[in-house]
């Protein structure tokens, strides 16, 4: 009997660079220097600590792996994802910048969380287009530094999400597109009101800010490190929306590991699969429609150009994941020991991985076998509480 049914769909990427060094060029977009400074940065924020790394024993065992190693998100920062760390680290970033400019001065993070530049910081409104927990994170961190927040949301996000952004005082606005419709209006109504975009996708004459984003991810990779002790995994399942984690976990990784880096691959919904289509063709294209999907985090029909940089050459393999694996992952995780509690977005890449290992075809494609060591993260918690109760006691 197999645990998970999924439909899985596979593009093996045959430009990936076989190279065991990181690229040069790319340690402009993402480097172990500059996510030490991120450590040293976000580990002051208040309330700062380490998010728990699970062995998922009993999946393990019954699928024929040697372990499966879940980062588990679900209680970062009470926000319950990751993306706590990466909008709020470059909501921080842009304050300092502006305070510098204005004071000639560097403000430390204690200068902003102690709202030392209160009379240049009240001044200043950040806004962002989300599916919710990116814009959560921003919201958060304009609340923890004292600026104002305007926060764009599309049609299908849950008023749940959006009553968790409003908690931290921000202004929400929903609009009747998609995901992409919401970026491009936060972006137009931004340039006439003077406010500040943190993004977590980049595009052409728009990279700083998304990859102090994605820097910020990279906290939890320090975390997980540390934790793995030694060890290394065979295997890096992680699922995308723009690709910014994705990105930011494979070049941590072939930067850290050279050589030994593990085969990396992106984890995608079937109606959202912008990177396996862009890697399909070559170069980035968009996915139109109403890009609907239960993995809400992921819904994104356009890559984000830093990192399809990334990921064009680090990611071994795009997939995709069918829906019907969704919930009943969830309840796997749910009902196992420990528990663990994973929203809608968090299990696409721990679905992926058992369904293909399940598949004799996929698992030789992959190299799955006894002996692979799985690193996943669940990258949230049940951020839309009524949501996540309706899928796990279904
Ligand atoms: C829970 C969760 N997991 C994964 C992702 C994917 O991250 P990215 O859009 O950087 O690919 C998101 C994005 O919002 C998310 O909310």
């Known amino acids: 009997m197999t645990l998970l049914t999924a439909q899985l769909s596979h593009?093996?990427?045959?430009?990936?660079?076989?190279?065991?060094?990181?690229?040069g060029d790319l340690r402009k977009i993402a480097s172990l220097e500059a996510s030490r400074e991120a450590f040293d940065?976000?580990?002051r924020w208040p309330d700062y600590r380490s998010t728990p790394l699970c062995h998922l024993d009993s999946i393990a065992r019954q699928i024929g792996v040697r372990d499966i190693i879940y980062k588990d998100e679900s209680q970062r920062f009470h926000l319950k994802s990751f993306k706590a760390l990466g909008?709020?680290?470059a909501v921080a970033r842009q304050l300092q910048q502006r305070i510098s400019t204005e004071t000639g001065e560097k403000p430390s993070i204690d200068d902003l969380v102690g709202k030392r530049y209160a009379s240049i910081v009240d001044n200043i409104v950040i806004s962002c287009a989300t599916d919710g927990n990116h814009g959560r994170s921003v919201a958060w961190g304009c609340q923890m530094f004292g600026c104002r927040c305007v926060i764009y949301i599309h049609r299908d996000v849950s008023e749940a999400r959006k009553q968790a952004m409003?908690?931290?005082?921000?202004?929400?606005?929903?609009?009747?597109?998609?995901?992409?419709?919401?970026?491009?209006?936060?972006?137009?109504?931004?340039?006439?009101?003077?406010?500040i975009i943190v993004s977590d996708t980049s595009y052409p004459g728009y990279m700083d800010i998304p990859r102090d984003v994605a820097l910020g991810y990279t906290v939890m990779l320090a975390e997980a490190v540390e934790q793995m002790q030694e060890s290394i995994p065979t295997?890096?399942?992680i699922q995308a929306g723009v690709g910014g984690l994705a990105a930011a976990v494979c070049a941590y990784f072939w930067e850290l590991w050279g050589a030994k880096r593990p085969r990396f691959i992106v984890v995608e919904p079937e109606k959202a699969n912008c990177l396996q289509q862009s890697a399909r063709r070559g170069k980035p294209v968009t996915v139109a429609g109403d890009l609907d999907t239960l993995m809400a985090g992921l819904s994104c029909g356009e890559v984000s150009l830093l990192a399809w940089k990334v990921l064009e050459r680090g990611a071994n393999d795009f997939m995709t994941v069918s829906e019907n694996a969704v919930a009943p992952c969830m309840r796997l995780l749910a009902s196992g020991e420990p528990a663990i509690e994973a929203g809608e977005s968090a299990v696409a890449g721990l679905a992926a991985a058992i369904a293909a290992r399940e598949d004799p075809v996929m698992s030789d494609r992959l190299g799955l076998g006894d002996s692979s060591l799985i690193f996943v993260i669940g990258t949230e918690g049940a951020t839309d509480p009524e949501l996540y109760r309706q899928l796990v006691s279904a």
């Not at 593009?11 to 690229?23: E, I, K, L, Q, S």
């Not at 970026?183 to 003077?194: F, S, T, Y």
């Open 11 to 23: 593009h093996a990427n045959t430009r990936a660079d076989p190279g065991p060094d990181y690229p």
């Open 235 to 237: 295997h890096v399942f």
């Open 166 to 195: 409003q908690v931290f005082g921000a202004e929400v606005i929903r609009i009747d597109g998609n995901y992409d419709d919401s970026v491009k209006q936060a972006d137009r109504e931004a340039g006439i009101h003077g406010r």
């Open 41 to 43: 940065e976000i580990s």
């Open 87 to 89: 909008g709020a680290y």
